[in-house]
């Protein structure tokens, strides 16, 4: 067993540690609340051990929430009637950015936004709006940071073709065959999409969309709202910042805050609520109407059907692979995550004239 204290007293913290943890519910990281006692009362702090399955080079993570910081740092300080907080990093005792413990893990401590709550999914259309408000003023934060200052921490994270081509070796000979009626239906399910899989890649090669800072998992219980105003304030999970098309931010967006029943439920359950999808877009695109593109806003509906079928595929190669890349709680976990997303998808595919004419209506002229 891992000693928590133990490598919370690896950081500078303004006080000595009086507890740490567990907290949240990622499904790839460890997360724990360290409470620490000093000269003004308890403060909270995030301790995290990345995961090293998914993060092979920590040190670029933390070398891109350094560029992160430098970029966004000073416009928060240029608008103080604004209130938005980006988490910051705590060094260890030594002034690292991070520690690493005798196996070799590397953990990682960032500032707690206090004041704030998230949910594990969308609970009303203001909240929905809400919520897409806050993700583009984050866009427009980082739009303009230069896209080469960034490591790319996860080469080929979203980029669907790749997910489906590796998905295509897993599938012939898996680790762990499943020929459940449920494993069945995601094989026919992917079978009859592959073909508008590069969908996005493809408005990249044109030259349509191009490549920029984004956030990389802009989910509901990454966006942290103000309990006291209901206001979005912040986004955490930074790890994910990186180049790439900004339509995977707009797609997860979408995907994960306009399905009520949460990722969790039976498909049965699941479908796309467009009453928040046009309030998401509502708050969303006046934030980056500045900056959008004709093409920008054409491939809205592509980046949300596309991004929630490759998180499905996802969901099912690593069922077929293990569980080797995201955690699961109980067996047979992702396989029903996959499923819930394709059941998703379908809702969306059902309802594609509506979303695209939610964007039209709400397009700047």
């Known amino acids: 067993m891992t000693d928590l204290s133990a490598i919370a007293r690896q950081f500078a913290f303004p006080g000595e540690v009086l507890s740490v943890n567990e907290y949240g519910s990622g499904n790839v990281n460890d997360t724990y609340l360290v409470q620490v006692t000093g000269g003004q009362g308890v403060s909270e702090f995030i301790l995290q051990r990345l995961n090293p399955t998914v993060f092979l080079k920590p040190e670029q993570i933390m070398h891109n929430l350094r560029v992160l910081d430098d970029h966004v740092r000073p416009k928060l300080l240029a608008s103080p ?110 079978d009859e999409r592959k073909t508008s899989a590069g969908v996005l890649e493809a408005a990249r090669t044109r030259g349509e969309l191009h490549p920029c800072p984004i956030h990389g998992d802009p989910k509901p219980a990454n966006i942290l709202f103000a309990r006291d105003t209901g206001r979005a304030v912040s986004l955490i999970d930074l790890d994910t910042v990186k180049p790439g098309l900004l339509h995977y931010d707009i797609g997860d967006c979408l995907r994960s805050c306009c399905n009520p029943a949460g990722e969790e439920a039976g498909p049965a359950e699941i479908s796309l609520n467009l009453d928040y999808c046009k309030a998401i877009l509502r708050g969303y695109l006046p ?62 595919e059902a309802q594609e004239t509506e979303i695209r004419g939610i964007v039209r209506g709400l397009q700047k002229p």
Do not use: M
């Open 81 to 190: 009637d604004h209130r938005w907080e980006l988490p910051t990093i705590t060094p260890t005792r030594n002034g690292a950015d991070y520690y690493r413990d005798d196996s070799g893990a590397c953990w990682r401590v960032q500032s707690f936004v206090a004041g704030t709550e998230s949910f594990p999914a969308i609970v009303s259309v203001s909240q929905a709006e809400e919520a897409g408000r806050g993700v583009g003023f984050f866009h427009g934060l980082i739009h303009d940071l230069p896209v080469h200052l960034l490591h790319d921490t996860l080469p080929g994270f979203h980029v669907t073709p790749g997910y489906l081509d590796r998905y295509t070796v897993l599938g012939a000979a898996p680790p762990h065959p499943d020929s459940s009626p449920e494993s069945l239906f995601c094989r026919r399910f992917i």
């Open 287 to 348: 934030q980056v109407a500045p900056f959008f593109s004709s093409f920008d806003y054409q491939y809205i509906y592509d980046a949300v059907r596309l991004i929630t079928f490759e998180l499905g595929l996802r969901f099912f190669s690593d069922h077929l692979a293990g569980d080797v890349y995201f955690k699961i709680r109980r067996p047979g976990q992702n396989l029903l995550r996959a499923t819930v997303q394709f059941a998703l998808c379908q809702s969306i």
